[in-house]
C-alpha cells in the first residue's frame, strides 16, 4: 500500500489518524511542520540533520566541488538551525518550488 491508499483506508474507516511522510531526516523537501516535527520529537534525528546541513556547506566536501552556490536543506536558503520553521506555509509554499511533487516520502520510488 502506498502512504495515499494508507490516507484512503483510514478515511474510509473514519479512523482519526495521519500518516505523515517517511522522508529521510536531512530530506529538503520537508514543510516547516515536518522540520518542527523532527527538531521536537527525534533530538538525534534533528542533530543529524543540522550536521548534514552544515556539512553540505563544507568547502572541502565532495558535494560542493565545482559549485557557485551553497547548498542548504531549508528552503530558505539559510542554515538549518537558524531557518524559522515556526513560520506557517501555505501548501504554495512547497508548489513555488516543485517541492510537493518531488517527495513522496520515500527515496528511490
Not at 502506498?2 to 478515511?11: F, G, N, S, V
Not at 511542520?33 to 523532527?38: M, Q
Amino acid at each position: 500500500m502506498t502512504r495515499k491508499d494508507c490516507e484512503r483506508w483510514l478515511e474510509k474507516y473514519m479512523l482519526p489518524h495521519k500518516v505523515p511522510r517517511s522522508a529521510c531526516v536531512f530530506c529538503p523537501y520537508k514543510s516547516n511542520e515536518e522540520w518542527r516535527r523532527l527538531r521536537d520529537n527525534d533530538p538525534e534525528g534533528w542533530k543529524k540533520a543540522v550536521a548534514v546541513d552544515r556539512s553540505i556547506r563544507d568547502k572541502d566536501s565532495v558535494c560542493c566541488r565545482g559549485l557557485k552556490s551553497k547548498l542548504y536543506l531549508h528552503r530558505s536558503c539559510v542554515p538549518l538551525d537558524q531557518a524559522d520553521i515556526e513560520e506557517p506555509q501555505t501548501p504554495y509554499d512547497q508548489y513555488k518550488f516543485s517541492f510537493v511533487n518531488d517527495c513522496e516520502g520515500m527515496c528511490g520510488l
